[in-house]
């Protein structure tokens, strides 16, 4: 009998519990007034970084729509494993309450890319990550790459500089010996050859709004060829190029979750002048990237891309041409390098979830709960690829597009790793098999 009371004392508190919170629906349009908000579970990070993520505010009214958007605006810090936002009626007023689950912020990630089909050219490594430093989502980053790339980096982020001025902050800084790319270059030289390089950049960034950043960069570059019957390939005509840099982006941003978007645009523009200090370098690179997310029909994901990049000036040297095949290529013409002034990239993607969110937690001895939390997701794809490149001068043909289609599979393990298998045929017919890490686009 006892056992019966207590059982129906405690349903009861849950019931009365749960009615407290109100629920909102996408099948209604019901709104509710927001009287404060309320951050839960933040053991380290600020109150202010996740407050500034977020569309609203107390005396906003809101809907299940922007309720879901601040959620992922605020997952989008890729510092937490789980958020849940909720409205709690108590005291005659309504409650935002944002519970976060935050992640483990140091650790290494081991990585290996290969560039080529054969397997003479990997390069592998580590980065190492310290997230969140402070509790500000700053981020201290070093990659140690050896292989086909050899090359050490370091970087440090500040999202946040000067809150009362939205001012962000970054400083990173290299020294590689990358082996050349351009198969002009390689013409010129006799065959493989490597690079010595060396740069640094200081970036300032302003927050506008919630959707507009703008950023000014100022950099330094160091680049060495081995030999002095190499300098048709430099921007200087001597064997080693070096000058200051500057530069200025732009950032429109609205969509919903920033590692796998489903909603929103992206449209990014980058201009870089280099040859500060130097009267015999005079260049400039421009880069546009347009992209839109959308949901179609209920989780069908419809996503397109159109990118472009622009090299100009006195001597653009031949280690800054727009190259396909390495970090931007077609799929199913993965390997296929190709060179020249511009670079032009488009693609579409349809995409499916076949698990949208499933929140996984274990609980190990020893083991922080930390490092045993994830957001994890499964998205089935089929997309479609083509890209050029040409000379200033030339004509834009539509016969000189390399083009690719497939479908495939992204693995969505939020927010330690993004990675994806791909089967891509080109426009020849010829299929090749793909995994990499991150999304397409």
């Known amino acids: 009998m006892i056992k019966f009371i207590f059982t129906y004392l ?45 569309t609203i505010e107390p005396g906003d009214s809101i809907d299940y729509e922007t309720l879901q958007f601040n959620k992922e605006r605020v997952f989008s810090l890729g510092i937490f494993t789980r958020v849940n936002l909720r409205i709690k ?19 290494p990630v081991p990585f290996i890319n290969i560039p080529e089909k054969t397997f003479t050219r990997v390069s592998y490594g580590i980065n190492f990550y310290y997230l969140n430093f402070r509790g500000r989502n700053e981020t201290i980053k070093s990659t140690l790459s050896f292989g086909f790339d050899p090359f050490f980096s370091l970087s440090y982020e500040n999202p946040v500089l000067i809150p009362s001025a939205d001012i962000s902050f970054l400083f990173a800084g290299i020294y590689s010996t990358p082996i050349n790319k351009s198969p002009t270059a390689d013409s010129i030289h006799g065959g493989y050859f490597d690079y010595k390089t060396a740069g640094s950049q200081i970036s300032f960034g302003k927050r506008l709004n919630l959707s507009n950043d703008i950023y000014f960069t ?40 920033k590692q796998f978007a489903d909603e929103g645009h992206l ?4 201009y870089v002048y280099k040859g500060i200090g130097n009267d015999k370098i005079s260049y400039s690179i421009l880069a546009v990237d347009i992209r839109n997310y959308r949901k179609i029909v209920g989780d069908l994901i419809f996503k397109v891309r159109a990118a472009g990049r622009h090299t100009f000036g006195r001597k653009v040297p031949y280690y800054d041409y727009s190259i396909l095949g390495y970090n931007y290529y077609t799929r199913g013409n993965r390997y296929l390098v190709r060179e020249g002034n511009n670079a032009l990239i488009g693609s579409m993607e349809l995409g499916f979830p076949l698990l949208k969110e499933w929140n996984f937690n274990a609980d190990l001895p020893i083991i922080p709960n930390s490092l045993t939390r994830a957001r994890i997701a499964i998205i089935f794809e089929i997309f479609a690829d083509a890209a050029n490149t040409f000379n200033n001068g030339d004509k834009l043909l539509i016969n000189d597009f ?9 693995f969505l393990i939020l927010p330690y790793v993004i990675f994806r298998t791909e089967y891509a045929w080109n426009e020849m017919g010829k299929g090749e098999f793909l995994l990499e890490s991150g999304i397409s686009f």
């Open 10 to 54: 405690l349903l009861t508190f849950i019931v009365i519990q749960a009615q407290d919170f109100i629920k909102l629906s996408p099948l209604d349009n019901k709104t509710v007034k927001i009287d404060s908000i309320k951050i839960i579970g933040n053991e380290k990070t600020k109150e202010f970084i996740i407050l500034r993520e977020l």
């Open 218 to 257: 100022i950099g330094y570059n160091y680049v060495e060829t081995p030999s002095s019957h190499d300098t048709p390939i430099m921007a200087s005509d001597t064997r080693i190029d070096r000058s200051f840099a500057a530069g200025v982006s732009y950032v429109f941003d609205t969509r919903n979750l």
């Open 267 to 270: 449209i990014s523009a980058d």
């Open 402 to 410: 390399n083009s690719g289609y497939g479908f495939g599979l992204t």
């Open 89 to 107: 009626h108590e005291d005659q007023f309504n409650k935002l309450i944002i519970q976060v689950e935050e992640s483990w912020y140091i650790f």
